[in-house]
Each structure stands twice: as structure tokens, then as C-alpha cells.
């Protein structure tokens, strides 16, 4: 891969992108000689700081890749209120992200995402055609599933009578609130459907851990059903946030990007 020295200067520097919707959306590139560049997506409730987000840029880094990860609208430096759902919101700012460097004369070659993140990833594909190598890092399959455990019992009908759901920290705060329009739009994705919308060439990765407790390792044999050109990689013990497996999750992920950095520059 091109590289201005034979050892790159390695830096990190704070960027604030405006989304459409005129919000900043603040990320930290890691700048390391490249001119390709990859873009880190978190999930639900986490932020750019997110041990995975952190720990994928290092290794990516270290590789002499460039990444950029960053907060989505709402969430951690990211302006603007966070929702529940409002999956669209976050291809949206992908999209930003994705045209920020693009109009720097750089070129994203991948878009990896985490668990929420990873949905956003699929549907970015399924909307856009012009990032050819997704990572998929414990994503869910059916958007419909998890809800009863997240919200409790009878969810449906007691967000119809209140018009929302309150979610509580462990000391009893009150974290963010689930609304009745945030909720119906978790539940009007249908990502078998998206996924038939994603160009065939687009080259996929998931990675899901068989002892995750939050979204089933099920999901992850279900997007390998129907995604042509994908590679799929159970880690063995790993839970959602692979608490021990980062280093593990990060040479899968390096591999694969490496991979299609190699083709990028032949």
C-alpha cells in the first residue's frame, strides 16, 4: 500500500463532521499515510471511546491503515438528541462521513460496525453502492428479536398506553427513553430484505461470538445463508463485547481488511 515514508508519521487528530441535518458528528482519525481509509461504527449506547472502536483503530494503525472512528448523532461528542431505532439517522451520518472524505480526496474502502453499528453498516450498503468491503461485528438479523429482554413484558401495549418506555441505570436513573415512533422504526426493518438489496460483489465479513447473550450466534448463520460474498468467523467463548477475545476480534478484522487493501493496490 502507497505510504508517504517508509515509517509513517502515526497521528490522531479530532475531526467534526456536519451531518445533514447540520449536527456535528466527532470522530478521531487515525491518520497513518494512507490515502484508503476505513470507517469504525459503534453501537447501541457506546460511543467512538468503545474498547472495540478503540482497539480495531490501534490495529488497523499499527498495520499502517487509516481509520476514523466517530459518534453518531446523539451519542458520546455527537450532537443532537440520542433515540432508540432511527436506524436511516445513522446511515444518514455514515453517508456524511463517507462524502467528508471522499471530498478530501480520500477513499473509504470499508465500513465496519458493531452490533447496532452493524445494522447501519448493512443498510448503508443496501442504500449506497460505493463502499465494496463491510464488516459485520455481532449484528442482528431480525430487528424484531431482543426487544422483550431490553423493554420487559407486554412492551407493545404499555408504549401504546404511555407513549414511551423508560430504560434505568443500575442506580436507578433514568438512561434514555424508548418513544412509540423509535420503537415502530426498529421494527419496520426487514434485514433479509435489505440484505437482497446489497450489490453481489460487495465483500462481507461477520463475526459474531457463540456466547453472546444479547444478540444469538443464530443471527450471524443467517446473514451467511444469504449474503454471496461473505466470510463468516465464530469466535469460540466470546461474548457481545468479546471482553475476552479484542485481540482475537482485531486480527480477524485486520486480515480482512488487509485483504482487500492488497487487491486496492495491485
Given at each position: 500500500?502507497?505510504?508517504?515514508?517508509?515509517?509513517?508519521?502515526?497521528?490522531?487528530?479530532k475531526v467534526i463532521i456536519p451531518n445533514k441535518c447540520g449536527n456535528k458528528l466527532?470522530?478521531?482519525?487515525?491518520?497513518?499515510?494512507?490515502?484508503?481509509?476505513?470507517i469504525l461504527c459503534h453501537?447501541?449506547?457506546?460511543?467512538?471511546?468503545?474498547i472495540i472502536m478503540t482497539q480495531l483503530a490501534a490495529a488497523l494503525e499499527n498495520a499502517g491503515i487509516s481509520s476514523f472512528r466517530f459518534d453518531f448523532t446523539g451519542n458520546g461528542e455527537g450532537e443532537?438528541?440520542?433515540?432508540?431505532?432511527?436506524?436511516?439517522?445513522?446511515?444518514?451520518?455514515?453517508?456524511?462521513v463517507a462524502q467528508y472524505f471522499h471530498e478530501a480526496n480520500r477513499r473509504?474502502?470499508?465500513?465496519?460496525?458493531h452490533s447496532k453499528g452493524a445494522s447501519?453498516?448493512?443498510?448503508?450498503?443496501?442504500?449506497?453502492?460505493?463502499?465494496?468491503?463491510?464488516?459485520?461485528?455481532?449484528?442482528?438479523y431480525d430487528l424484531?428479536?431482543?426487544?422483550?429482554?431490553?423493554?420487559?413484558?407486554?412492551?407493545?401495549?404499555?408504549?401504546?398506553?404511555?407513549?414511551?418506555?423508560?430504560?434505568?441505570?443500575?442506580?436507578?436513573?433514568?438512561?434514555?427513553?424508548?418513544?412509540?415512533?423509535?420503537?415502530?422504526?426498529?421494527?419496520?426493518?426487514?434485514?433479509?430484505e435489505t440484505c437482497m438489496q446489497i450489490d453481489k460483489e460487495c465483500k462481507f465479513l461477520t463475526v459474531h461470538g457463540d456466547a453472546d447473550a444479547i444478540?444469538?450466534?443464530?443471527?450471524?448463520?443467517?446473514?451467511?445463508?444469504?449474503?454471496?460474498?461473505h466470510k463468516l468467523h465464530i469466535v469460540e467463548g466470546a461474548d457481545h463485547l468479546y471482553t475476552h477475545h479484542l485481540p482475537e476480534l482485531a486480527s480477524i478484522v485486520l486480515d480482512f481488511v488487509k485483504e482487500t487493501f492488497a487487491k486496492e493496490q495491485v
Open positions: 500500500m502507497a505510504q508517504t515514508s517508509q515509517n509513517p508519521p502515526f497521528q490522531q487528530k466527532v470522530g478521531i482519525l487515525h491518520e497513518a499515510g494512507t490515502k484508503d481509509i476505513v453501537g447501541l449506547r457506546a460511543s467512538k471511546e468503545d443532537g438528541s440520542f433515540e432508540f431505532g432511527i436506524y436511516w439517522r445513522e446511515v444518514d451520518d455514515i453517508h456524511s473509504v474502502v470499508a465500513i465496519i460496525g447501519a453498516v448493512l443498510l448503508y450498503a443496501s442504500k449506497y453502492h460505493d463502499i465494496k468491503t463491510v464488516a459485520n461485528l455481532s449484528g442482528r424484531k428479536a431482543g426487544l422483550e429482554n431490553l423493554l420487559g413484558k407486554n412492551f407493545m401495549e404499555r408504549i401504546r398506553k404511555e407513549g414511551f418506555i423508560e430504560l434505568k441505570t443500575k442506580s436507578g436513573s433514568v438512561d434514555y427513553r424508548v418513544t412509540e415512533e423509535s420503537l415502530k422504526d426498529r421494527l419496520s426493518i426487514d434485514m433479509h444478540i444469538p450466534v443464530g443471527d450471524a448463520f443467517e446473514f451467511a445463508k444469504i449474503l454471496p460474498n
